[in-house]
C-alpha cells in the first residue's frame, strides 16, 4: 500500500500575524496580572502598614508550596500546560483579589444605606451575603476564560477540580496577607502576646485548620465547567452545570461565612458536619478521576496499538504511573537527562492522543481532530526509539494481555491505521513542534 511521504515542515497551526500571536498575546496576558499584583499589594501594605504586611505575607505563604504540589500531583497524569496553570495561580492571587477588594467593599457600603444598617450588621450581611457572590465570581471568571479559549485541555473532572483549586489558592494567599497583617496589627496596638494572640487564632483557623476552604468553593464552579466540557452541543446540562457549580459554589462560602458569625460550638458543628464531609467526597471524587484518566489511557490507546502505532504491551503501561517512572529512571540511567525527558513526553502525547480519542468515541471529537492526531502520532513515533524501550522494560511479566480493541464495521475517519503517516519501516519523522 502506497504511503505518501511525510512533509519536511510540520505546523500544527497556521502561522498567525505579529500582532495575533500566541506569544504576544500570553505576554500582555501576564503583564497585565503582574500589574495588578503589584496594586494589590500596594493597596495592602497602605491598608494595614509596612511591618503588618510583611508578618502577613510571611505567614501566609506557608501553606501554599503544600497545595500547589497537591494539585499539581493529581494532574501528573496529563499535566495541564505550564500557562494554564500559570494563569489561574496568578488570576486568583491578583486579578481576583483585586476585584474582591473593591467590590466587597462597595456592597458593604451599599447595604448599610440602603437598608440602614449598623456597621456591624452590614458588616454580617456582606460576609454572608456579598463576599460570596463577589468571590466565586472573580474566580469562576478565570475558569470561564479557560473554558472559553482553551477547552481543548478541559479532559475530565479532574482538570476542574485541579484549575479550580489553583484560581482558589492564589486567592487565599493574598486574602491571607490582609487578614493575618491585620490581625498583627490589632495585637501590636494592644500589645498582646503570642499565645493569645488574634494573629495566632487567625493563623490556626485559616492556615492550619481550614486551607482547603477556598479551593473546596470553588471546584464547585470548576467541576461545573468540567461537566459542560464533556457533555454535548445542545444537552441542557452543557450550560446548567457551570452555573449550578457557581451557585453551590456560592451557597458553601455563605455557610461557611455564616457559621463565623456563630458561637464556637456552632462554628465547628458547621465544620464537622458539612466542610469536611464536603471536602472528602471532593478528595474521593478527585482520585476517582485520576484512576479513570488511567482506564482512559489504557482502554483507548489499545486502538494504535493495533494499529501499529504502539506496542501491545503499552497501553497498559502508559496507564501506571508506577511503570512511567519507573521508565523514566531507566531511560535516564542508559541515555541521561535526554532520555528521561523522552519517555515524560511520549506518556504526555499518549495521554492526550488517548483522550483525543475517548472524545471522539462519546461523540464529541473536535473540529481539528485529524491534525491534532497527526500531530500527537508525530510525537509519539519521534521519541518511540528512546521512550518504548524503557517502558517495556519496566513492565513487569507476566504481562496480562492487552484491552480489546475490535476493528469497527465500517471504515471511520477516527481510524489509525487508515491515517496517511502510518508507521512503516526506516521512517524518520523530522524534529517535532511541542503543541
Known sequence: MYVPVPPASWHYAPRRPFWESRAVRTGALFTALAVCGVVILAVVRQHIGTEPFLVGLALAVLPVPLLLWAFLWLDRVAPSPWQNV????????????????????????????????????????????????????????????????RRRHFESLLDGIVLSGLVATGFAFTENILYLGSAFGEDKAVGAGVLDSTTAATFFVRVLMTPFAHPLFTAMTGLGFAVAAASRPGRPWRWLAPIGGWLLAMVLHASWNGSSQLSPVGFLTVYVAVMIPVFG?????????????????????AVYATAGWLHPREPVALGSMRIRADARDTARRHHGDAGARAVRDYAAYATHLAFLRAAATRGLPPPDFAARESELLH?????????????????????????????????????????PYAPRAGYAPPGPKHL
Open 86 to 149: 500559570v494563569f489561574a495561580f496568578s488570576w486568583g492571587a491578583c486579578a481576583a483579589t483585586l476585584v474582591a477588594l473593591f467590590a466587597n467593599e462597595y456592597g458593604a457600603k451599599l447595604l448599610a444605606t440602603t437598608l440602614s444598617a449598623t456597621p456591624t450588621q452590614s458588616d454580617r450581611w456582606g460576609a454572608v451575603f456579598v463576599a460570596p457572590l463577589v468571590e466565586e465570581t472573580a474566580k469562576g471568571t478565570a475558569i470561564l476564560l479557560l473554558f472559553l479559549f
Open 281 to 301: 467526597l471532593v478528595v474521593w471524587l478527585a482520585f476517582w478521576a485520576r484512576a479513570g484518566e488511567l482506564r482512559t489511557i489504557r482502554t483507548h490507546l
Open 379 to 419: 510525537h509519539l513515533w519521534h521519541d518511540r526509539p528512546l521512550a518504548q524501550p524503557a517502558l517495556l522494560q519496566s513492565a513487569p511479566l507476566p504481562w496480562p494481555p492487552p484491552f480489546p480493541a475490535p476493528r469497527p464495521p465500517s471504515p471511520s475517519p477516527y481510524w489509525p491505521q487508515h491515517h
